[in-house]
T-cell receptor, first 109, second 113 residues
């Protein structure tokens, strides 16, 4: 059974600081890994998807890396802004999506 | 208009009542999913369907049933609601040609008293 862990559970940083969010998973036989953003009371928005054959994926200020052999992915958010405050979820896709519990980020102005 | 819609958005009901949550999508995707989210537990898969004639149980299907009425519609039923089914429920869709990227609806907040 795939287990996905996100540490820390919560993070508070001043505006402008770079964010580093971690995700680990137990079974490396994955199809892809997806990072989502969730705002309070809202649905999930897909940020980045990394195929199992890829090492990283970038979109604007976001960069996600994948090390399948060690079961780790990291989401980097450069030059954080208050609008980046949200919960970030990592999900690993083998035959289904398995989610971590998320990291709640607060960016202080 | 949103690509994935869920109705109702909020529902309060009593123990023992039958509840149906509905999901519709205009993305033309063949795959649809139902998840529940509980604080501190992330999202867990209840049921999924890869096409109209395909229904599969997820990791927490007990107490739930689903119906795939059409490619665009996927309903989740709680035959006899209980308080520990209080949660946020999400519907999602995907298609293999888009690397199975999942697109989520806005969620239904269900409270069972």
């Amino acid at each position: 059974k795939q287990e996905v862990t996100q540490i820390p559970a919560a993070l508070s940083v001043p505006e402008g600081e770079n964010l580093v969010l971690n995700c680990s998973f137990t079974d490396s036989a994955i199809y892809n890994l997806q990072w989502f953003r969730q705002d309070p009371g809202k649905g999930l928005t897909s940020l980045l998807l990394i195929q199992s054959s890829q090492r990283e994926q970038t979109s604007g200020r976001l960069n996600a890396s994948l090390d399948k052999s060690s079961g780790r992915s990291t989401l980097y958010i450069a030059a954080s802004q208050p609008g980046d405050s949200a919960t970030y979820l990592c999900a690993v896709h083998d035959y289904k999506l398995s989610f971590g519990a998320g990291t709640t980020v607060t960016v202080r102005a | 208009d949103a690509d994935v819609t869920q109705t109702p958005r909020n529902r309060i009901t009593k123990t023992g009542k039958r509840i149906m949550l509905e999901c519709s999508q205009t993305k033309g995707h063949d795959r649809m999913y139902w998840y529940r989210q509980d604080p501190g537990l992330g999202l867990r898969l209840i049921y999924y369907s890869f096409d109209v004639k395909d229904i599969n149980k997820g990791e927490i299907s007990d107490g739930y049933s689903v119906s795939r009425q059409a490619q665009a519609k996927f309903s989740l039923s709680l035959e006899s609601a209980i308080p520990n089914q209080t949660a946020l429920y999400f519907c999602a869709t995907s298609v293999t040609s888009d690397r199975d990227t999942q697109y989520f609806g806005p969620g239904t907040r269900l409270t069972v008293l």
